[in-house]
Nanobody, 122 residues
């Protein structure tokens, strides 16, 4: 089973950038598609992006398409989420998890990390 730890969150101003990391333990990391989700206060957890095991396929929520980029380095057992042009509405706790490449359903994903807080001020 894969264990995941997110990092890289913080407080930034609107328009700035952040790069989140999701470090995985376990030798089977490279066989998993990975997903990023976020949860704002009082809201349900929502899909952000997924990436295939090889990194060759990616999917994004419309709300972040063109601003966020998901990537992975299997040699480092790490998935990244590059977030550009951040907006106050991007404020949330961001999570990574393993799951189906083409799914956007929280229930389909496993091995959730503890999350990392991203706060974007206006």
């Amino acid at each position: 089973q894969v264990q995941l730890v997110e990092s890289g969150g913080g407080l930034v101003q609107a328009g700035e950038t952040l790069r989140l990391s999701c470090a995985a333990s376990g030798r089977t990391f490279s066989s998993y598609a990975m997903g990023w989700f976020r949860q704002a206060p009082g809201k349900e957890r929502e899909f952000i992006a997924t990436i295939s095991w090889s990194g060759s396929s990616t999917y994004y929520a419309d709300s972040v398409k063109g601003r966020f980029t998901v990537s992975r380095d299997n040699a480092k057992n790490t998935v990244y989420l590059q977030m550009n042009s951040l907006k106050p509405e991007d404020t949330a706790v961001y999570y990574c998890a393993t799951g189906p490449l083409r799914s956007r359903e929280v229930a389909d994903f496993r091995s959730w990390g503890q999350g990392t807080q991203v706060t974007v001020s206006s």
